[in-house]
Nanobody, 129 residues
Framework: QVQLVESGGGSVQAGGSLRLSCAASGYTSIRYNMAWFRQAPGKEREGVAA????????SYAGSVKGRFTSSKDNAKNIVYLQMNSLKPEDTSMYYCAAAFARWTMVAGHLPESVNFPYWGQGTQVTVSS
């Protein structure tokens, strides 16, 4: 089992940037597909970005494409979400999720949340106008 801890959330003004980190511990020698999801109060959870174990295949939600970038440092077992040009509608709790890489990430296709059994506790991002 793998444990995930997110950090890097905070409050910024519109147009600003934040970088979220997701540190993995536990069975980190196993290859994982990783993803970022977000959920605002009263709204459904939505996928934001996903990245394969090698960091070579990524996918993004249309609402964040061109503004958010996911990357990973396998040596440190950390996945990042660089968020630029933030908008008030990006305000949400952001969660990191992991799944054993038994399935192949497809570029341009965000996997559903049900595919990820391991989740972090979330980090809050608030963007003010």
């Amino acid at each position: 089992q793998v444990q995930l801890v997110e950090s890097g959330g905070g409050s910024v003004q519109a147009g600003g940037s934040l970088r979220l980190s997701c540190a993995a511990s536990g069975y980190t020698s196993i290859r994982y597909n990783m993803a970022w999801f977000r959920q605002a109060p009263g709204k459904e959870r939505e996928g934001v970005a996903a990245i394969d174990p090698d960091g070579t295949t990524t996918s993004y939600a249309g609402s964040v494409k061109g503004r958010f970038t996911s990357s990973k440092d396998n040596a440190k077992n950390i996945v990042y979400l660089q968020m630029n040009s933030l908008k008030p509608e990006d305000t949400s709790m952001y969660y990191c999720a992991a799944a054993f890489a038994r399935w192949t990430m497809v570029a341009g296709h965000l996997p559903e949340s049900v595919n990820f059994p391991y989740w972090g506790q979330g980090t809050q991002v608030t963007v003010s106008s």
